[in-house]
């Protein structure tokens, strides 16, 4: 069974840092894309990152560039999201998810399949 | 960035009904086009994937379908396990972009 368990939320007051974990297990996790979206409290959802199977690329929403870093340990199948310079418009719930390609006859698609049961984030004073 | 506008924000439904929910993109995603439905308090389940195909373990009342930039989430004889939030997601390019929610309840 894919499992996807984060860890790492919790309260934190602006401009700090928080690093949040995503341990997979169930399937071969350096195998897949990951990536991370989050969702502010009654919003909608938001994709935050993006990392390739090997880590060598990455890719970010602009309002986290240059503050956020996610990377991954494919030896302990686990993923990290890296948060600096917090503002309180980073308050949410982070999933951690499992991108997952699927070909079809019309074409190959990367889909964020998988998902993990969230870590809450609150950035406040 | 491409926008999703979802339609409509909330229905109120009964059980057996047929629902459909729409989302225009605004920009071409051909056929890049993800439904996930929410349930309070948990994460979000893919539904669709590919505008149209169904993702492995979801009922085959639930359809996907797309006519130029609108596409569209069937629920036929809907049951009430349905109800929750359904989500659109483009990925035809970054950044992936959600619809903003149509939130589905009971009459």
């Known amino acids: 069974e894919v499992q996807l368990v984060e860890s790492g939320g919790g309260l934190v007051q602006p401009g700090r840092s928080m690093k949040l974990s995503c341990a997979a297990s169930?399937?071969?996790?350096?195998?897949?894309?990951m990536a991370w979206v989050r969702q502010a409290p009654t919003k909608g959802l938001e994709w935050v990152a993006t990392?390739?199977?090997?880590?060598?690329?990455?890719y970010y929403r602009d309002s986290v560039k240059g503050r956020f870093t996610i990377s991954r340990d494919n030896a302990k199948s686990t993923l990290y999201l890296q948060m600096n310079s917090l503002r309180s418009e980073d308050t949410a719930t982070y999933y951690c998810?499992?991108?997952?390609?699927?070909?079809?006859?019309?074409?190959?698609?990367?889909?964020?399949?998988?998902w993990g049961q969230g870590a809450s984030v609150t950035v406040s004073s | 960035d491409i926008q999703m506008t979802q339609s409509p924000s909330s229905m109120s439904v009964s059980l057996g009904d047929r629902v459909t929910i729409t989302c225009r993109a605004s920009?071409?995603?051909?056929?890049?086009l993800s439904w996930y439905q929410q349930k309070p308090e948990k994460s979000p389940k893919l539904m669709i994937y590919?505008?149209?195909n169904l993702e492995d373990g979801v009922p085959s009342r639930f359809s996907g379908s797309r006519s130029g930039s609108d596409y569209s989430l069937t629920i036929n004889s809907l049951e009430s396990e349905d109800t929750g939030i359904y989500f659109c997601?483009?990925?035809?390019?970054?950044?992936?972009?959600f619809g903003a929610g149509t939130k589905l309840e009971l009459k």
């Open positions: 998810t499992r991108v997952r390609l699927r070909r079809v006859h019309e074409g190959d698609y990367y889909v964020m399949d998988a």
């Open positions: 169930g399937f071969t996790f350096s195998s897949f894309p």
């Open positions: 990392i390739s199977t090997s880590g060598g690329s990455t």
């Open positions: 920009q071409d995603i051909g056929n890049y």
């Open positions: 590919g505008a149209t």
């Open positions: 997601l483009q990925h035809k390019q970054y950044p992936p972009t």
